[in-house]
Nanobody
Framework: VQLQASGGGLVQPGGSLSLSCAVS????????MGWYRQAPGKRRELVAT???????NYGDSVKGRFTISRDNAKKTVGLQMNSLKPEDTAVYYC???????????????WGQGTLVTVSS
């Protein structure tokens, strides 16, 4: 199973940026998909997650500014980030909970990360 994230880059404070992540490989079913981030010198933290039945969860620091979306048919998850702040600067990682075949357990897979820099 591979996760390929794209869309990171440099944006000014107050600006917007969108991330996308595509999941590929041996996938029997997908459950939760989401985003985490890690800033330099800090622990990885939750940004947003979305379950297959539509439940979403956001980290407190991004509520009201970020929106997660997913396309189950395309096996993609997106993150729309608005009103970006310098403290949003981090490497953003996508993650997916995947069942690789009927008798397999759910396992977590991670993408390689994409850098988002918010700076003037």
């Amino acid at each position: 199973v591979q996760l390929q994230a794209s869309g990171g880059g440099l944006v000014q404070p107050g600006g917007s940026l969108s991330l996308s992540c595509a999941v590929s490989g041996n996938i029997f079913s997908l459950n939760a998909m989401g985003w985490y981030r890690q800033a330099p010198g800090k622990r990885r933290e939750l940004v947003a997650t979305s379950t297959s039945d539509g439940y979403t969860n956001y980290g407190d620091s991004v509520k009201g500014r970020f929106t997660i979306s997913r396309d189950n048919a395309k096996k993609t998850v997106g993150l729309q980030m608005n009103s970006l702040k310098p403290e949003d600067t981090a490497v953003y990682y996508c993650t997916a909970e995947v069942k690789r075949h009927l008798f397999a357990a759910m396992s977590d897979f991670w993408g390689q990360g994409t850098l988002v820099t918010v700076s003037s």
